[in-house]
């Protein structure tokens, strides 16, 4: 089985350390990627929803593969067979993601974000000013269907072909729309749409600053 595994950064070096990675069960193919090696179009949209095309779309421009690993620039490669047993615990299921370690919904993660605006956070302002947060949580709050319990956290995480099936329509082409309809903030998209998908997932051990495949 063939493995992608991508970071990206646009606008600031990559930081993280990847190591390559042994395996005698997968093809497993290190992709880094960034200004010098991708166009950034930078006259077409910002670098942070830029970034989200390699990390919710590398399957656009590498179809041929069974797996698809995302990791942020931020988290480097913990070992040599950290890809591998990634791959492994997610055997049974389409996808794995790491549970958020400090809130439990959407609607929390949407409030907490709008109070740090108000507040005049740099740091979330930079991010999120302008961004229709409120306007993305009304959406989901009206469908009768949601069932808000439940937050995850989108440094780390990898999916199945399978997920994408459907080249048309699929989890990975629809949470992009959301980022660029709604905002980049991809965290309060994720879980809405893999209700809706109904994707076969399961969460991984540990939390995505502090795990065994990763680290910070």
Same mark, same amino acid.
Not at 6 to 18: E, G
Not at 56 to 65: G, K, N
Not at 189 to 203: A, E, H, M, R, V
């Given at each position: 089985m063939k493995v992608l595994v @991508?970071?990206?950064?646009?606008?600031?070096?990559?930081?993280? @350390?990847?190591i390559p990675q042994e395996s005698n069960k997968y093809d497993i193919t290190l992709n880094r990627i960034s200004d010098q090696s991708d166009s950034a179009r930078p006259l077409a949209m910002h670098p942070r929803l830029r970034a989200k095309m390699p990390k919710? &779309?590398?399957?656009?421009?590498?179809?041929?593969?069974d797996y698809y690993i995302w990791i942020d620039s931020s988290f480097s490669i913990r070992e040599i067979t950290s890809i591998e047993r990634m791959v492994d615990y997610c055997i049974g299921a389409d996808a794995c993601f790491f549970k958020h370690s400090g809130r439990n919904s959407i609607n929390e993660e949407a409030n907490f974000v709008l109070d740090l605006?108000?507040?005049g956070n740099d740091y979330i302002l930079n991010r999120y000013s302008g961004e229709k947060i409120e306007e993305q949580l009304k959406y989901y709050n009206q469908d009768k269907d949601w069932n808000d319990n439940f937050l995850i956290e989108c440094g780390t995480f990898i999916y199945s072909s399978n997920v994408i099936k459907d080249k048309n329509h699929n989890l990975m082409k629809e949470w992009f729309y959301h980022n660029c309809l709604w905002s980049v903030q991809d965290q309060l998209? &994720?879980?809405?749409?893999?209700?809706?998908?109904?994707?076969?997932?399961?969460?991984f051990k540990g939390n995505v600053y502090n795990n065994e495949y990763t680290k910070y």
């Open positions: @991508t970071t990206a950064s646009f606008s600031s070096p990559l930081y993280s @350390t990847w919710m &779309l590398s399957w656009e421009e590498y179809p041929d593969y605006i108000k507040e998209s &994720l879980p809405y749409l893999l209700q809706k998908f109904k994707t076969n997932y399961k969460l």
